[in-house]
C-alpha cells in the first residue's frame, strides 16, 4: 500500500475535505499496479463490501466528479443497450481508445498504438482537437 501522504494530497488539491470516507475511496482507486473502469454504482457497490466506513453514494458522486474535473479521472460516456446513458470512469488519463462489449457492459482499454492514424477532414472555426477517442463496440 502506498503512503497515506499521496492520497492526503490528492485530496488536498481537489479542494474535499478530508474525511475518512474520501480518503478510503481515494486509495481504493490510486492505490493498484493496473488502471482500471468503473461506474459510480460499481464504486458503490464494491467500496460497500470492502470497506469499514459507510460511504453515501452522494461522497462517492462528489468525490470522483471532484476528481475528475481535477484530471485524475477520465469520464467515458455510453450510450447503452438499455437507451439510458452509462458513465464510466477510467484511473488511465493519458489518450487511449476502448472497446466496449455491449453484452456484459465493460470497457476494456486499447492503446494508441492499436488503433491506426485517424485522419480527420473538416475543421470547426476557432476550435482545435484536443484527443481523439475511439470506441469500439462489440456484440456477441
Known amino acids: 500500500m502506498k503512503n497515506n501522504n499521496v492520497f492526503l494530497e490528492k485530496l488536498r488539491s481537489s479542494g474535499l475535505i478530508l474525511t475518512k470516507q474520501r480518503i478510503e475511496i481515494c486509495k481504493f ?11 459510480i454504482n460499481d464504486l458503490q457497490s464494491i467500496l460497500r463490501k470492502r470497506s469499514n466506513e459507510k460511504i ?6 462528489n468525490t470522483v466528479h471532484t476528481f475528475k474535473k481535477k484530471g485524475f479521472l477520465k469520464e467515458i460516456l455510453i450510450n447503452s443497450n438499455s437507451n439510458s ?3 464510466y470512469f477510467d484511473t ?9 462489449d ?3 457492459n465493460e470497457l476494456i482499454d486499447l492503446k494508441d498504438s492499436d488503433v491506426g492514424d485517424i485522419k480527420i477532414k473538416k ?9 481523439i477517442e475511439v470506441l469500439v463496440r462489440l456484440a456477441k
Open 85 to 87: 446513458n452509462s458513465n
Open 123 to 131: 475543421n470547426i472555426t476557432k476550435k482545435k482537437i484536443k484527443s
Open 92 to 100: 488511465n488519463v493519458s489518450n487511449h481508445h476502448h472497446f466496449f
Open 29 to 39: 482507486l490510486f492505490d493498484r499496479k493496473e488502471t482500471f473502469h468503473f461506474t
Open 102 to 104: 455491449e453484452s456484459t
Open 56 to 61: 453515501s453514494l452522494a461522497t462517492i458522486y
